[in-house]
């Protein structure tokens, strides 16, 4: 029979386990990058790509009927997080030089005139 509090706290169990599965894929070490924190991002850059690329998108599921989850990636979210926010780091700092480029071409041609 179903009990609903015991089927969501077993839910919870067994997907907090898988999370942790998981997470112990992403953290098992592998060679070939400058650094640590650059292959956690290689690898989370592509578990979060392999999953919602168009490319990719339900490659693994092709005639098998089965869904396509897209919450695999965000096991690592902190990892996705950093990669973004060096993302807006890079925009800001070209926007900035951008700027900066404008201005003085701008100031150069206002005297030069």
Do not use: Q
């Not at 990719?56 to 996705?80: A, K």
């Amino acid at each position: 029979m179903f009990n609903r509090k015991k089927d969501v706290e077993a839910i919870t169990v067994a997907v907090r386990s898988l999370r942790k599965e998981a997470r112990s894929w992403f953290n098992e070490k592998w060679g070939g990058v400058h650094s640590e924190t650059e292959a956690a991002c290689a690898k989370a850059s592509a578990w979060y790509y392999v999953t919602y690329h168009p490319s990719y998108w339900g490659c693994y599921n092709e005639g098998m009927g089965r869904d396509h989850f897209l919450s695999f990636p965000w096991c690592v979210y902190d990892t996705l997080i950093h990669i973004k926010k060096l993302s807006n780091k890079r925009k800001d700092l070209d926007l900035a030089l951008l700027n900066s480029d404008f201005r003085s071409r701008l100031s150069f041609s206002l005297y030069a005139s």
